[in-house]
């Protein structure tokens, strides 16, 4: 009997379909994001943006200060993105340039993910992103 059901269990689970993540388009991440970015135990929010995305898959970033900033997007698979931007001005260190890279998840409107800062002194800093869709 014991081998029968785990015959059973086997068939059932190779007859069913498996179902594979449909792979993210950049047209579908079109519009307008409202992201922020945060560090440190309690994940304070350091930084706020505004990033647009054109269906032809162009990224810009506007930073809280104003400054305007185009992202080069590296990579693209499964439901995430890696982008680059910069060098520019960092807002947390002002007088200091800086390059970040992104790899966001985005499920919905809704998008997460991880950010490394480096600077041109050869400092690096570590922050999480998240971020909403602008209806």
């Known amino acids: 009997m014991r081998r029968f059901l785990l015959l059973s269990a ?33 994940d304070s929010v350091v930084t706020r943006s505004t990033m647009t995305v054109t269906p032809d898959g162009k990224v810009t970033v506007k930073m809280q200060t104003g400054t305007t900033v185009a992202s080069r997007i590296l990579t693209v698979g499964g439901d995430s993105v890696v982008a680059e931007s ?10 200091q340039m800086v390059t970040t ?5 985005f499920k919905g409107n809704n998008a997460t993910g991880t950010l490394v800062a480096a600077y041109a002194s050869g400092d690096t800093l570590h922050a999480k992103t998240s971020g909403t869709r602008n209806p």
């Open 10 to 42: 086997v068939l059932v689970a190779a007859a069913s379909p498996a179902r594979a993540q449909k792979a993210i388009k950049l047209a579908d991440l079109t519009g307008t994001w409202a992201m922020q970015t945060m560090m440190g135990p309690k």
């Open 86 to 95: 910069g060098p520019y001005s960092s807002v947390l260190r002002p007088g």
């Open 101 to 105: 890279r992104s790899t966001m998840h």
